[in-house]
């Protein structure tokens, strides 16, 4: 290959990505923008004193009263008018200033960085545990289709998907903790109490993805170029992973994007269920304590995960398939 078809492919490829990274990048600040925007007029439009609330997540609900909310009215200025208070929000916010939590008085971007860590802990677990269990079953079974185990992890994959996460995480406590007495119901601390709260999200993952990739290797098997590479003389195995791997992972790799809305929906859920410290619980307090600076930095940062893994997603598919570059 000359070096002029090297520079050209070069300059396609970068091309392409810079493309792809300004896109994700106006997508990021566009989802910011929503993301704080509805959640500053959820909050507003919430029925109760947002005064007395804050009031109770300071003192505790036995300790407050009139008298205690109307100075935390004060204090905070939650008697302005609720544009002035968004416009305020706003500038804040293209300064990159999320503000300071109501109830704790903590800068919110200190408070989400402790707990942003936890919750990325739990994905990542999560995700691992899920890709070690769903693809390898579902290309196994894309290898024989309507066999025996093709039939029983559809019926295992579409139990699972069908079954909320609390559900899930419910009978994994029931069986592991409470029967078996093998793993901690709730907490924080040592590697035990991440392993319930990670397969609760892994589970429901994986029974997507192995659909995913059986359907994608049932697809590659019957493809011409599959058939090909027995008669050139290839082995199973050696077809398998020559040409049969990297083209049923394309679609199981974009499928991902899909399956980390999942994840992070379900970060809220399971992170309450286990007492476990992210943003997802963060987020159920800071709604009770209507602490609103906390609720929209929360759910911003929830919003610009998801924007940052799609992101991810599309660099690995840019990666793995060739056709995207050429394009």
């Known amino acids: 290959m000359?070096?002029?078809?090297?520079?050209?492919?070069?300059?396609?490829?970068?091309?392409?990505?810079?493309?792809?990274l300004l896109q994700r990048l106006f997508q990021a600040g566009l989802v910011a923008w929503m993301v704080g925007t509805l959640t500053f007029v959820l909050t507003r439009t919430l029925p109760g004193d947002m005064a007395y609330r804050i009031a109770a997540g300071r003192y505790g609900h036995d300790m407050v009263d009139s008298a205690a909310a109307e100075a935390v009215r004060a204090e905070l200025a939650l008697d302005q008018p609720a544009l002035t208070a968004y416009l305020g929000w706003l500038w804040d916010l293209l300064q990159f200033d999320l503000g300071r939590s109501l109830v704790s008085g903590q800068p919110v971007i200190h408070e989400l960085w402790h707990q942003l860590g936890h919750s990325l802990s739990l994905a990542v677990m999560a995700v691992l545990l899920s890709l070690l269990l769903g693809p390898p079953l579902g290309l196994l079974a894309g290898r024989k289709p309507a066999g025996l185990l093709d039939r029983g992890s559809e019926v295992a994959a579409s139990v699972l998907r069908a079954l909320p996460p609390f559900v899930v995480g419910l009978l994994l406590i029931l069986l592991f903790s409470v029967?078996?007495?093998?793993?901690?119901?709730?907490?924080?601390?040592?590697?035990?109490?991440?392993?319930?709260?990670?397969?609760?999200?892994?589970?429901?993952?994986?029974?997507?993805?192995?659909?995913?990739?059986?359907?994608?290797?049932?697809?590659?098997?019957?493809?011409a170029y599959f058939a090909f590479s027995h008669t050139k003389g290839l082995g199973a195995r050696l077809s398998f992973l020559r040409h049969g791997l990297r083209n049923a992972a394309l679609p199981v790799v974009a499928y991902l994007g899909v399956q980390f809305v999942y994840l992070i929906e379900g970060v809220v859920v399971v992170e309450t269920l286990f007492a476990w410290p992210g943003i997802g619980h963060a987020l159920v307090h800071a709604i009770v304590a209507r602490d609103v600076?906390?609720?929209?930095?929360?759910?911003?940062?929830?919003?610009?995960?998801?924007?940052?893994?799609?992101?991810?997603?599309?660099?690995?598919?840019?990666?793995?398939?060739?056709?995207r570059r050429e394009a």
């Open 179 to 223: 029967a078996l007495g093998w793993l901690p119901a709730a907490g924080h601390g040592r590697f035990s109490h991440n392993v319930l709260p990670a397969l609760t999200l892994a589970l429901a993952l994986a029974a997507v993805s192995s659909r995913v990739a059986r359907n994608a290797m049932a697809e590659v098997s019957e493809s």
């Open 293 to 323: 600076p906390m609720i929209q930095g929360t759910a911003l940062v929830m919003g610009l995960m998801f924007v940052a893994l799609n992101t991810a997603v599309d660099l690995i598919c840019h990666w793995l398939d060739p056709r």
């Open 2 to 20: 000359s070096s002029l078809t090297l520079s050209r492919y070069a300059s396609r490829w970068s091309s392409g990505l810079r493309g792809l």
